[in-house]
């Protein structure tokens, strides 16, 4: 039987007399995916928002965005589009600022704009992923860094152009959103090349990984409680674990940690929320958690 592939080519198959006999994975993939970046995107306003509603502290969807550009290309923009979009709508529409529709359909531009960006650059600069740790630089810089600080400045203008934060508040949420929606990409995209490429968990790993957990569930809780200090604690027991863990259980205990750090920061308790002014606290935590996710990173490549 001859398999011919039309323009839609990815998503649906043909058989020689022409009837349709099924949709590839590909479509339940992009089914998959759109849904995670919503679940994300919805999580991350409702658990990591800072004023105006839809700013969050970390942007997960900046991750799954790029993965989707990476594997779906052009045919994922109207995707995202709507579902950023709709994501967006709630907290512009109750923003108090102008034009709450024109503003989102900007912001989304720049969001999608962004993702485009960064799969350009992976393709470019980093093609076969995190191989060596020496990609993990170049993949920081370029694809979780450079295309974010292009859209937070889009973003941020758009946002003060429409009157829903101040002059003086730009700088403060163009820092906001080059961390969150870097760090996104940059927890997000290892996880899904560690779980594509790598090995399962082994038994040993597996028991490392449950050993773990507590661990730093502890540290961490102590951390948020009043031991603040605790927080510190953290990375080494991450580097430790990742040790044993591999690729795949690392990128899994470090998403995990920095969700929970981030979460509990976005409602004003722990050590990085001492801070005078709520921003720079802010900032304080997304250089911790940025700063330890490369590290811990770094490791787990070097390891596999």
Not at 19 to 34: G, M, P
Not at 94 to 108: D, E, F, H, K, Q
Not at 221 to 234: D, K, Q, R, S, T
Not at 238 to 264: D, P, W
Request: proline share 3%; net charge neutral; with cysteine.
């Amino acid at each position: 039987m001859v398999i011919e592939h039309d323009c839609w080519g990815w998503l649906v198959q043909k058989v020689d007399d022409g009837r349709f006999v099924k949709i590839r994975q590909d479509a339940l993939f992009l089914l998959i995916f759109s849904g995670l970046y919503y679940v994300a995107g919805f999580f991350g306003i409702s658990k990591f928002s800072l004023q105006p509603e839809n700013i969050a502290v970390l942007w997960l969807p900046s991750g799954i965005g790029l993965i989707m550009w990476l594997r779906f290309g052009w045919f994922s923009a109207p995707v995202l589009f709507a579902i950023d979009y709709w994501i967006n709508l709630d907290g512009m529409l109750n923003g108090g600022g102008r034009s709450p529709y024109v503003m989102t359909a900007l912001i989304t531009i720049f969001d999608l704009g962004q993702s485009w960006l960064a799969s350009v650059l992976f393709k470019k600069f980093t093609p076969k992923g995190l191989i060596e740790t020496r990609d993990l630089l170049t993949f920081g810089f370029l694809v979780c860094l450079f295309p974010t600080a292009l859209s937070g400045i889009g973003i941020a203008t758009v946002l003060s152009q429409g009157g829903y934060i101040s002059a003086h508040e730009t700088l403060g949420i163009i820092r906001s959103l080059i961390f969150s929606d870097g760090l996104g990409i940059l927890l997000i995209y290892p996880l899904f090349q560690a779980w594509s490429q790598f090995h399962s968990l082994s038994r040993s790993a597996v028991l490392w990984f449950l050993m773990g957990l507590p661990v730093l569930t502890v540290a961490g809780v102590m951390a948020f409680i009043g031991y603040h200090g605790m927080i510190y604690f953290i990375l080494p027991i991450l580097l430790g674990l990742t040790v044993y863990v591999g690729m795949r259980g690392a990128t899994i205990l470090l998403g995990l940690v920095v969700t929970g750090i981030v979460a509990h920061t976005a409602q004003h308790t722990g050590p990085f929320a001492t801070e005078a002014n709520v921003m720079d606290g802010y900032f304080a935590m997304m250089a911790f958690v940025y700063s330890m996710t490369i590290t811990v990173l770094a490791l787990a490549i070097n390891q596999k």
